[in-house]
């Protein structure tokens, strides 16, 4: 079993920065491909941002690509998700997401395990 707790949400304007965190206990952190999903309000949850476990390997969402950065600290068992130039669209709970394997998938079956979400919104 792997324990996710995302932080860092908030409000914040557009063109703002916001660092989320995700802190993991359980298993071996660095055995986890880990990735980053987001659900506005009446929509279905989609794909942010995925690292593999080593860091080698990253993917992004067209929408959040150039913007976002994903990033992970084994030694401190520690998932992030670097924000900037925040859009309005960009409003939703951000989940963080553990998957059993060291390689990506960008798709939320792939994933394991879930964290509670953390609420971004971004006004405009």
């Known amino acids: 079993q792997v324990q996710l707790v995302e932080s860092g949400g908030r409000l914040v304007q557009a063109g703002g920065s916001l660092r989320l965190s995700c802190a993991t206990s359980?298993?071996?952190?660095?055995?986890?491909?880990m990735g980053w999903f987001r659900q506005a309000p009446g929509k279905e949850r989609e794909f942010v941002a995925a690292?593999?476990?080593?860091?080698?390997?990253?993917a992004y969402a067209d929408s959040v690509k150039g913007r976002f950065t994903i990033s992970r600290d084994n030694a401190e068992s520690t998932l992030y998700l670097q924000m900037n130039s925040l859009k309005p669209e960009d409003t939703a709970v951000y989940y963080c997401?553990?998957?059993?394997?060291?390689?990506?998938?960008?798709?939320?079956?792939?994933?394991?395990?879930w964290g509670q979400g953390t609420q971004v919104t971004v006004s405009s």
């Open positions: 359980g298993r071996t952190f660095a055995n986890y491909a």
């Open positions: 997401a553990a998957r059993s394997l060291r390689t990506i998938v960008v798709v939320s079956t792939g994933y394991d395990y």
């Open positions: 690292i593999s476990w080593s860091g080698g390997q990253l």
